[in-house]
């Protein structure tokens, strides 16, 4: 049998790997979860443990840390899980709770999504917001905020919104991966998608292929993933 030249990259094994330093980075976010002075979440848990930041140096040291459930978050009210001032959160949401409770999840108002607000968006006009009902006020203040004219699509009928997006010239639309991809099937009929400069993308990840798709239909738009969660504040990054 022939030899078949390959060219093959070589990873480290599990057990070399187990043996790195944590890094930096990571080090500066457990100490920050440990000894912020704004919840004692999990400095109780690091506690009762028998963990001291100390002690954490290499990968395998992780083993040491508990997992937290589900139910321990449910638990707690809401300000009991804020990694920051109450002065800094602007509104808080549940989610549907079909598991019989819905969970909170706490927005910062003052962070680094302002940031991408103030730089990405001072070149655009108009922004079409395809979000749920409840998730409009909140996208409404944010756009109006910075002299946006905000115009309200509706999920549940993209033939509507994509005539209402050629209507008003958007050149901006917010809306989750999946969405959007369906919403430009019906858009690309009557409005032309070289005019979209910005797409925000938000309420679930984005995959490669999805980020390739919507890159090939917009060649235009600066395409910006959005996130957010109670302990890293609200993100704002470009998708490659």
Do not use: W
């Not at 100490?31 to 002690?55: E, Q």
């Amino acid at each position: 049998m022939p030899r078949i030249k390959t060219n093959l990259k070589t990873f480290s094994s599990p057990a070399e790997d187990s043996s790195k330093k944590i890094p930096k980075k990571l080090r500066d976010i457990l100490r920050f979860a440990y000894t912020n002075r704004f919840s004692d979440f999990y400095r109780k848990k690091f506690d009762a443990a028998g963990i001291t930041l100390g002690n954490i140096k290499i990968l395998t040291d992780f083993q040491q840390f508990p997992f937290t459930s589900k139910e321990e978050i449910m638990a707690r009210d809401p300000d009991g899980l804020l990694f920051l001032p109450l002065s800094k959160v602007d509104y808080v949401r549940f989610s549907s709770g079909t598991s019989g409770r819905g969970l909170s999840v706490v927005y910062k108002a003052h962070g680094k999504i302002d940031e991408f607000y103030k730089d990405f968006m001072k070149d655009v006009r108009r922004v079409l917001v395809l979000n749920s009902p409840r998730g409009v006020p909140q996208e409404y203040d944010r756009y109006r905020s910075l002299g946006k004219l905000v115009v309200v699509g509706e999920p549940q009928n993209l033939e509507a919104s994509s005539i209402l997006a050629e209507k008003t010239k958007v050149d901006t639309i917010s809306a989750s991966a999946s969405l959007l991809l369906l919403f430009t099937e019906r858009l690309k009929q009557h409005y032309s998608l070289d005019r979209i400069k910005l797409l925000r993308l938000h309420a679930e990840g984005t995959t490669p292929l999805q980020r390739k798709l919507i890159k090939n239909q917009y060649p235009n738009a600066l395409v910006i993933a959005t996130y957010s969660s109670t302990e890293t504040g609200n993100i704002a990054y470009q998708c490659p």
